[in-house]
Structures are given as structure tokens and as C-alpha cells.
């Protein structure tokens, strides 16, 4: 009966983990949640990377592909719309969810014909 327990906890925690990581030219960087900030109509999500450099995430991400042929599969897959195309086959999207940013990110970067996805993050000015 013990074990049950805490196979049924650990099962739970696995399907509501969220990720707490990116791709980062193809290596995983960790990030750990520092708070959440609302502004004035935006909600941002604060994660501590690895060097303690402070990143900012909303519902907004990156996405760089091989070729564009799968871009609308991807937009209805993950529930995404474009908000600008910045460059050949670099667009910047948008998530229904911001909590959904980084996940749906790391999900796209594991596609065979993404060369990145990563969140728009926002990073604090820092005088040279």
C-alpha cells in the first residue's frame, strides 16, 4: 500500500511538472523559477539561470526552422499564432498560455526541421 502511494505522488508531480529548462545552441540550460511580476497588462515569469543571470518569460518565443513547410502543422499543434515574421523562416510567435512558453519551446526544438525555438526572453540592461 506504501508503494502505491508513492507511485500515485510521484506520477502526479511528473504530469503537472512544468519544464525548467531551455536549448541552447542544442544544450539544455537550467533554469530555476525566481517569481512572477504582472505589469501593466502583461505577466511575466522570472527564472535564474545557471550563471544567476535573470530571465523573464511571457507568451511569446522564437522559432528558427530548416525550411517552412511544417510551420502551419506547428502553429495548430501547439496551439500557436504568428505575430511577425522577423527573417526567412524566423518568426516570432505567440502561446495561449504564458506557463506553456518554455515547454512548448523545448517541444519545437526537438522537432527534426527546428533549428531553435526558445522563448523571447527579457533580460535586464547591464552598463558595459
Known amino acids: 500500500m506504501k508503494k502505491l502511494v508513492i507511485i500515485c505522488i510521484l506520477l502526479t508531480q511528473l504530469i503537472n511538472a512544468k519544464d525548467s529548462y531551455f536549448y541552447k545552441n542544442d544544450e539544455m540550460v537550467v533554469l530555476t523559477p525566481i517569481s512572477s ?21 511571457k507568451d511569446t518565443l522564437f522559432l528558427k526552422l530548416q525550411n517552412n513547410q511544417n510551420l502551419q502543422n506547428y502553429l495548430n499543434e501547439f496551439n500557436l499564432s504568428m505575430i511577425k515574421e522577423m527573417s526567412e523562416n524566423l518568426y516570432l510567435l505567440k502561446t495561449t498560455d504564458k506557463s506553456l512558453t518554455i515547454d512548448i519551446a523545448n517541444r519545437l526544438s526537438e522537432k527534426e526541421d527546428v533549428a531553435y525555438a526558445h522563448p523571447d526572453f527579457i533580460k535586464k540592461r547591464v552598463k558595459r
Do not use: A, P
Not at 37 to 57: A, H, M, P
Open 37 to 57: 511580476e504582472t505589469r501593466t497588462f502583461q505577466s511575466i515569469d522570472y527564472y535564474q539561470n545557471e550563471k544567476g543571470i535573470l530571465l523573464g518569460v
